[in-house]
């Protein structure tokens, strides 16, 4: 008797917003407090999946860059710079421990803001953020020993402006290590996702961190560009796109200001005909899925050896229909709601832009809300490597796919890129995982899985994917000058 396969369907289950308290306005947090912006300006966050807006936010102008860049002089040179490692670590694992225990209300604040689904931001965002915290905790009083032959010490004031993808993790990855060695620093999240970082001023004062060692600037490139260009600023560490990356190398040229960027990328995840297929698509959908495909180390090109191509295929477009996309807030959603319209612009064009040159769109049969910023879970086949949509950056849920039939083939492609953050090569055989991984010119290659990230671990690019590391000893090495100890 042949039965009928059954269709099982998820009950919502919505996770609820009551933990978050939103103020009706929130000003600049500058030297320890909250205060109005002398630039008087507001904007206004929105939740991305409803259209609705969430509060006003102030838009810090030159004036209150000013204001911040001195505050964490003073609290550098006055405490913070000669504080003890030991007792430098305390602060840093207090801030770990706080965000732990409010870690259901920044998850939910995180979705609310930038769009993203609960479960991503309850099981990733929050609790590396709280990891990166307790790592460098560690090394607050272990400098010494991480740089043989080096006495490292803390160079200043830094100016870390982030992105909206990852916005609590981001201001992670740059605070921690910028605290554990010594720094001040002020902060400029990014102007569509300022909630979790102004939350994190609650956190930073509940650690009793002293004021002025972190101050936090809400606003848009204006106010990044003003920091950028402060004297009173020795370093700056900037994680966004590759243009307005290039746009601060220019402007820092010849000021003897520190500087790393963490920029755009464009991986291949490379999938050889001996893999574990159903494993690898898994690793696919994870690679470029997650967190709506706005990743910098996404896995947005798929090279797939010939002979497994089309039965991939078949598995993958099966697997997406699968996918729950829609309101982030459920538990069960997979793909939530792009971060702006203005990104959902850029990715709908980059698509047709595919098409028009030749590409074939697979997108995932699901319903979408009626309101907020939606896009299908994509993929596009018949790309070639002169595709724009196999060059640019889309940072959206879409995946571009090439074959190849060789290994060399396979290097060839996944290189022909101007960036170089990250690959993911799928293969039963270690021997040609260390034989890619030795030809590939990303900064993270990914073996039989995709998109690991470990405090512990250091990230970053080749070129226009930037220069410097976050994560692991190598993260701390931006923020430290080090002098050899017998000069
Ligand atoms: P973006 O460059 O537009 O903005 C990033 C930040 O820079 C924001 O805070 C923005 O306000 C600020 N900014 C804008 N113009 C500025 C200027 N002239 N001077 C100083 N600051 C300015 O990037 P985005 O759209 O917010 O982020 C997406 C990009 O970030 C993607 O390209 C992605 O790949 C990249 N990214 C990289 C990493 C990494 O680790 N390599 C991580 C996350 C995101």
Redesign the pocket.
Known sequence: MDLEPVKLQYATSRESTDIVHLEKSYGLFIDGKMVEPRSGAMFTSVNPATEEPLTQVAEAGSDDVDLAVAAARRAYEHGWRDLPGKERAKYVFRIARLLQERAREFAVLETIDGGKPIKESRDVDIPLAAAHFFYYAGWADKLGYAFPGRRPKPIGVAGQ??????PLL?AAWKLAPALASGNTVVL????TTPLTALLLTEVLRDADLPPGVVNVLT???V???A??NHPGVDKIA????????K??QRALAGTGKRLTL????KAANIVFEDAALDQAVEGVVNGIFFNQG????AGSRLLLQEPIAEAFLDKLRSRMATLRVGDPLDKNTDVGAINSRQ?LDKISSLVDAGVEEGAEMYQAPCPLPERGFWFRPTILTGVTPAHRVAQE?I?GPVLSVLTFRTPEEAVAKANNTRYG?SAGVWTEKGSKILWMADRLRAGVVWENTFNRFDPASP???FRE??FGR?GGVQGLAPYLALEAIDA
């Open positions: 402006i982030i992105p909206w993808n990852f981001m400029k999240p990014a102007e606003g848009d490139g106010a990044g560009a920091l950028v900037f994680t966004g796109s590759t243009d307005v990356g746009e601060i963490e920029l755009g990328g706005h990743v910098c180390c990104q950056e940072f953050l990230f970053g690019g994917s930037g976050e």
